[in-house]
């Protein structure tokens, strides 16, 4: 990964985690059904936005390089990586 996207990735997981943590508080305390699924949805979608920037430094870097070595077989195996990721994205 290029480091800004490193860097980035890890702070947003780093947050996640406590957010992760703060559920299990609420549920310890047995706080109000709503406010805790609220902060599950924050954390799926805090999730999603680190799996976007790490699917988006994949194509600029992985395979772009692929692209631009022409081998193939890299290239081939690049594509079926992403439609595989994006099947169990799409739910198939």
Known sequence: M????HKGC???????EGQVRGIARM?????????????LQAVRAALKRV???VL???VEHCVDHAIRS???RE???KV???????GKTLGR
């Not at 890890?10 to 996640?16: D, K, T, V, W």
């Not at 079926?80 to 994006?86: D, G, P, S, V």
């Open 70 to 72: 022409g081998d193939k």
């Open 80 to 86: 079926t990586e992403l439609l595989a990721i994006f």
């Open 75 to 77: 290239q081939r195996e």
């Open 27 to 39: 549920i310890e305390d047995e706080r109000y059904c709503i406010d805790i699924v609220q902060q």
């Open 2 to 5: 290029k480091p800004t996207a």
């Open 51 to 53: 799996e976007d920037e």
């Open 10 to 16: 890890l702070a947003r997981l780093n947050r996640i």
């Open 56 to 58: 988006k430094d994949h």
